[in-house]
């Protein structure tokens, strides 16, 4: 990374090579001191090791992101406090679904104490989710860009959503809300060590020595006394190896960087500062009765909202597609472009149906869910690449299950490279099989590699620079892309497919499901399916017509009106059916979800066709 920087920094005549650190995307406001909430805590006996990641094989630990992309912007100190809220949340709900990820982007357009993407405070962050309701990710989508440089405070941005027609984007009628309790600063190894075990990960501001940009691994020690506090990360664990303390720091750089994004520093030395500066964050209890706002007649007619509510790049073309509805035009039928890769055995020539379990819901197998986060693929504007998320989900969740949950953070696999190298098709629809022929074929980057942009690439084929990206500041000016301070990362990891093929029937499904994981299916998008607001939907139609894509997590029968059902993952945000999930009727009056089906199984191996493939890349 050092050296590609260099590079870069070279090819564009710079006398010095610009950091992230150096843009102190960590700024203390001046213009205002927040009041502190406290909430006093006493000492208990602390553990020698302890990361939020592994409280007793139990993964506390949301989304692991990079904000320097689609573009640099400086908002370490928004994804430090929203991650750690984030985190928090998700301790305080036992690490049951569905995962919450807090937006950085309501942050960096709407806490006007803090100056977006030039810079803010974590503790400002905490005050400003306080003050005011804070959206997950399916509302408001990282598109690094604050109040400062393009994406104001617009109620549009604190939610959204877009139709297929080119209609412009509006706010959903209602939508779930989160926020802070009580926030406050904490320093010192003691305090910040109690805080963290006590209450769930914090963050805190450091300082960006060169030696910490090209930071790979290990136990991480600057002997060059930089104190100069630039940077905000989140802390989430504390141990000892080898006899030298250390803290357990989530960054958010990516996961191509450090160790899987995070980095390890010693503790106790105040090193990098990191011991002088931090703040924590209580969430509010916004589950145990669901909270949404609704939205009103001011909100909706805002004025502001005008500048961001353009969805016209998407616009269908075709007329027969155009009266789909509801329909992100995916391809009717799977043609695998390299054929099936099956496996020797299919798990329903291995499994006795019949003696399955009733219930199968990777959302809750023995008390761990084991499906990745909940998505979006209408926001920023519409784009219809929902054969890229029902597959890319499915495969994500097969492979937070052969992890076995353990891995840093969930895994999620990147939609956008989908649509970047055309895989199975672009935001106009596409053919969800492609999907899987690239994961066989190339392995997919994770979600940190690309930000979803909800756009066609603006050239014929994809680049290095579009499968996995980093920029560099200074923030890009509005109307300004900022694409030539961005470069390729090329040691991101892949995640390959060893074997796929198509699945229908609910036999099938119910094996496949049960032995391997999530599936991803074609279903009939109907208008009745997009109101739908949860139960068990069923819906008679004589010929479905598959023209989207969803993944299926699990199935289950219900005692009351003995029916069983099929439990499905959309991507079309939380604020839709049952957290973005659903369940309908097996067997029957089921919109085709049992027709045409695929799966993947999980690899981190390239497979012996990659040499053959690479060459022509
Ligand atoms: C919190 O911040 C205030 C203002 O900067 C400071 O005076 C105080 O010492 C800090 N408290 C802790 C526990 O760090
Ligand atoms: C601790 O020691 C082991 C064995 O020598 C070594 O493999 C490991 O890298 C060391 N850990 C650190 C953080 O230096
Ligand atoms: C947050 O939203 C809820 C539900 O709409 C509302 O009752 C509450 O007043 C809001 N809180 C703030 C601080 O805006
Ligand atoms: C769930 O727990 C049961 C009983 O402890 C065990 O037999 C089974 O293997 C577990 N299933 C999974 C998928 O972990």
């Known amino acids: 990374m050092k050296t590609s920087l260099f590079v870069v920094a070279l090819l564009l005549g710079l006398s010095t090579a610009l950091r992230p650190g150096d843009l102190a995307c960590r700024k203390k406001s001046t213009r205002h001191i927040p009041t502190v909430h406290k909430t006093h805590l006493t000492a208990a006996p602390l553990p020698a090791n302890f990361v939020w990641n592994n409280v007793n094989g139990v993964n506390y630990l949301t989304n692991l992101r990079n904000q320097h992309i689609p573009q640099y912007c400086g908002s370490c100190w928004a994804h430090a406090s929203t991650s750690a809220l984030s985190d928090r949340i998700k301790i305080a709900r036992k690490a049951q679904w569905p995962d919450v990820n807090i937006s950085p982007q309501v942050v960096i357009s709407c806490s006007l104490n803090d100056d977006g993407c030039h810079g803010g405070d974590g503790l400002s962050a905490f005050e400003f989710m306080h003050n005011n309701n804070i959206t997950d990710e399916t509302c408001s989508i990282y598109q690094a860009r604050g109040h400062d440089n393009g994406i104001e405070c617009a109620p549009i941005n604190v939610c959204k959503n877009c139709k297929p027609d080119g209609t412009p984007c509006f706010i959903p009628e209602e939508y ?12 010192g190894e003691a305090a910040m060590m109690q805080e963290i075990y006590q209450r769930g990960p914090i963050a805190c501001a450091i300082a960006v020595p060169d030696s910490l940009e090209s930071y790979t691994g290990g136990i991480y020690f600057d002997q060059s006394g930089d104190q100069n506090l630039v940077h905000e990360i989140s802390v989430v664990g504390f141990g000892v190896e080898n006899g030298t303390k250390y803290w357990h720091v989530r960054n958010s750089w990516g996961t191509h960087w450090g160790e899987s994004g995070f980095f390890r520093v010693v503790r106790g030395v105040n090193n990098i500062g990191i011991e002088s500066d931090c703040a924590w964050a209580t969430p509010k209890d916004t589950w145990t009765n669901p909270q949404w706002h609704k939205t009103t007649d001011e909100e909706q007619s805002d004025p502001r909202n005008n500048k961001y509510n353009f969805n016209e790049a998407n616009k269908p073309q075709d007329s027969f597609l155009d009266k789909q509805r509801g329909t992100c035009k995916r391809v009717p039928k799977n043609q695998f472009k390299l054929g099936q890769k099956r496996p020797e055995q299919m798990a329903w020539e291995t499994l006795d149906v019949s003696a399955l379990p009733a219930n199968w819901d990777w959302r809750n197998i023995n008390g761990t869910s084991y499906v990745s986060w909940s998505r ?35 895994v999620g696999l990147n939609p956008q490279v989908m649509v970047n190298c055309l895989a199975g098709g672009d935001c106009g629809g596409g ?11 190339y392995g997919i980057p994770d979600s940190s590699c690309e930000q979803y942009v909800a756009r066609d690439l603006d050239k014929p084929q994809c680049q290095p620079i579009d499968i996995c990206r980093d920029c560099r500041g200074p923030p890009p000016a509005e109307g300004q892309s900022g694409i030539e301070n961005c470069w390729a990362v090329t040691n991101y990891k892949r995640y390959y497919a060893s074997n796929y093929y198509s699945v229908s029937g609910a036999d099938q499904m119910k094996a496949e499901l049960y032995k391997n994981g999530p599936i991803a299916c074609g279903i009939d998008a109907t208008d009745g399916l997009e109101a739908y607001m949860g139960g068990i939907y069923s819906e008679y139609s004589d010929y479905p017509m598959i023209n989207h894509e969803i993944s299926v997590v699990g199935y289950g029968f219900d005692e009351a009106t003995q029916t069983e059902y099929w439990v499905g993952r959309n991507s079309w945000g939380t604020y839709w059916g049952e957290n973005g999930f659903f369940r309908i009727k097996m067997h029957s009056d089921n919109l085709g979800i049992e027709n045409d089906c695929i799966a993947a199984l999980p690899s981190f191996k390239p497979s012996q066709a990659e040499t053959v493939f690479t060459q022509y890349m």
């Open 431 to 441: 053919d969800p099989s492609g999907v899987y022929d690239y994961a066989y074929q």
């Open 376 to 410: 979006n693929q209408h926001i920023p504007i519409y784009c219809g690449s929902c054969w890229a998320h029902g597959t890319t989900s499915a495969l994500a969740d097969r492979f937070n299950i052969l992890l076995k949950d353990h891995n840093p953070t969930p």
């Open 176 to 187: 779930r809300v989160f926020g802070v309790e009580e926030y406050g600063n904490v320093t």
